[in-house]
């Protein structure tokens, strides 16, 4: 029997309005995420009185916290927001963030200060649904590319103004005592304001939601009545449930495929100046050109029998490891060895202390480095991997990478013109090479996904991998910088990249068809409809 039911021609539409408000939703985390790490670092010195012992340290826990809360609530908050929406566990998250936020701002011992992150991670579940919301408002595959290519953006948007945000507005009784005196509020809390400002944004975030933004739960809201996902599959990809219901058939078209293999860890709620999220589960990924991979022939139904975790799946989850540790050890270590006072004369080099600037140049610094991240990953990473090929690109970046840390310990004995231009030639390095690596890794890692069935557990292997590394990062940098200075600590960072280089050896070559760049999304010039055949030779690095 026809139905009555006519179609919506808007239906599948791009959902231009719905991505923006939740894009406003997204931006207001990086501004609190990004500004904490301008000023993290002297705030640990004044919540110790003064006293530097072992600052590095402390000031790396501050930023791991929140990641740490976050991973052991993820999982819960994405069953809640099956079973009660989408809409109100975003909303109730950045509360979260705020709440958070506002206790960082007021704290005066460290313990507060530390709880005041992991409160906010416990409370933040917006990570992972906000990802499913973004696949359940996009209908259409060929809409895929250019919806998730907005939250890597704003992200990175958000980074920005969050980075320039903490370093001017962090102690402003010291840098703008006709504004704010001594004895004032700011001065007596003097990292308040920029917390503050954070909340105003996220609170403001918080309002626009609640009017505009829509449920996109099929559970709840007008998706219940839209025939979305008419298969009645037991197909599992990333928007299946956490808890399906016994009665799978009866709830195929009521449920949203919600990611069911949720990463252990969540790297959004770290504070990198690029978002590097990724999921292999899905059609496209990238940054802000989204990479879209020729589609696979085979069917996604049935069951697969073979081994998940072959050889070349687990080299490249250790090269992602790898990568991951020195890049968030880098993000946390910079503002660090910037703020820290110099342990010898200017001009003399200086291995122990640092280079001694203020919260505002780290800000101007951190702001500049995410401006250089949005320039690469929009400008230079879709020609340099056209250009260069998958394999190749993956190599050099790997190979080149530990130029960008040996630049910063010798800083020091430089003449202060050149200090600035060393800074950021390593931020350019840095940058270029960790952009370029990531998304490379990826293209690389679900060509050796042995079938579509298993893509879920290869991307949380090697998800959970990365941010188990990044969240571990920032605290063991800061020990090394504690125990042996500011050169061992960036060595260290050399040396974790060099045993990358090293690991490429064990890591087989892949032959990956060239891509190219057309309407913002990377292609394969093989077709459409052509897999990407994965060939392992012996380990070795190719020319």
Known sequence: MPSDRTPDPDSHAFP????????????????????????????????????????????????????VAEALTAIGWGALSDRYGRKPIVLFGLGGVAVSSLIFGLATEYWVALLARFIGGALNGNVAVMQTMVAEMVKLPEHEPKAYATQPFVWTLGGIVGSAMGGFLAQPAKFYPSLFPADGLFGRYPYLLPNLVSVIVIVLAIVQGILFLEETNPRHGKATHESVF????????????????????????????????????????????????????????????????????????????????NFTIIMLTIAFVLVSYHQMAFNTLLPTHLLDKPAAAQGQLDLIGGLGYTVH??????????????????????????KVGVWKAFVLSIVLYPSAYVVMPFLSAMPPALVSPGIYLSLI???????????????????ATPSPLVLGKVNGLAMSA??????????????????????????????????????????????????????????????????????????????
């Open 361 to 386: 140049d780290v800000g101007v610094y951190l702001a500049v480095n995410g401006i250089l991240g949005l320039f690469i990953q929009a400008v230079i990473f879709p020609i340099f991997v056209d």
């Open 16 to 67: 231009t309005k719905q991505l923006t408000i939740l894009a406003i939703c997204r931006f207001s985390e990086p501004i609190a995420f990004n500004s904490i790490l301008a000023y993290t670092y002297v705030m640990v010195q004044d919540l110790h009185g003064g006293d530097d012992t072992d600052a590095s340290f402390y000031a790396g826990l501050l930023v791991s916290a929140y990641a």
């Open 230 to 309: 008419e298969e009645e599959d037991d197909t599992v990809d990333e928007r299946t449930p956490l808890h399906r219901p016994k009665n799978r058939r009866s709830s195929a078209r009521s449920q949203s495929r919600a990611g069911s293999d949720r990463p252990m860890f969540i790297e959004e709620s770290l504070p990198v100046p690029v978002e590097q999220n990724f999921d292999l589960r899905r059609s496209s990924f990238g940054t802000v050109h989204s990479i879209r991979l020729p589609p696979t022939t085979l069917k996604q139904n049935g069951s697969f029998n073979g081994r998940t975790y």
């Open 429 to 447: 390095l840095q940058s270029f090479f960790g952009i370029i690596v990531i998304p490379c890794a990826l293209i690389l890692l679900k060509d």
């Open 466 to 543: 990365c941010c188990l590394a990044r969240t571990l990062s920032p605290p063991l940098v800061g020990i090394i910088y504690s125990a042996g200075g500011s050169a061992a600590a960036w060595f260290s960072c050399a040396g974790v990249a060099v045993i990358g280089i090293l690991q490429l050896i064990w890591v087989p070559r892949k032959h990956v068809p060239a891509f190219v760049v057309e309407n913002g999304a990377m292609t394969s010039k093989a077709g459409p409809n052509t897999r990407i055949r994965e060939v392992e030779t012996a380990p070795s690095i190719p020319e």
